[in-house]
Nanobody, 126 residues
Framework: QLQLVESGGGLVQPGGSLRLSCVAS????????IHWSRQAPGKEREGVAC????????NYADSVKGRFTISRDNAKKTVYLQMNSLKPEDTADYYC???????????????????WGKGTLVTVSS
């Protein structure tokens, strides 16, 4: 059974917006920091954004600062990634993952996670 499920990906034109969702099930996600990462074809996975368990701390990759916003609704066990002003270089598979150090978003992580989703594809193209 999947513990994290992403949705909201799709095809969008440059300059457009998408909102990704990450829904948790079968574990107490509100104790975890949630990280979004992405992987483009032929490239390594890179951290995009993080939100602490309480939602009080966030962190973003320099490449998305000012364009992406991460938020969470613990009552709904859902974390969102609002992506605005999308660029072709944002094209990738986007993954959410849960890290047990719930209070810490000092680093954008792509390893050490307890749970991963299967990803959702974002394609930015005209």
């Amino acid at each position: 059974q999947l513990q994290l499920v992403e949705s909201g990906g799709g095809l969008v034109q440059p300059g457009g917006s998408l909102r990704l969702s990450c829904v948790a099930s079968l574990f107490a996600s509100d104790y975890y920091a949630i990280h979004w990462s992405r992987q483009a074809p032929g490239k390594e996975r890179e951290g995009v954004a993080c939100i602490s368990s309480s939602g009080g701390s966030t962190n973003y990759a320099d490449s998305v600062k000012g364009r992406f916003t991460i938020s969470r609704d613990n009552a709904k066990k859902t974390v969102y990634l609002q992506m605005n002003s999308l660029k072709p270089e944002d094209t990738a598979d986007y993954y959410c993952a849960a890290h047990p150090d719930g209070g810490d978003c000092t680093f954008l992580r792509t390893s050490g996670m307890d749970y991963w989703g299967k990803g959702t594809l974002v394609t930015v193209s005209s």
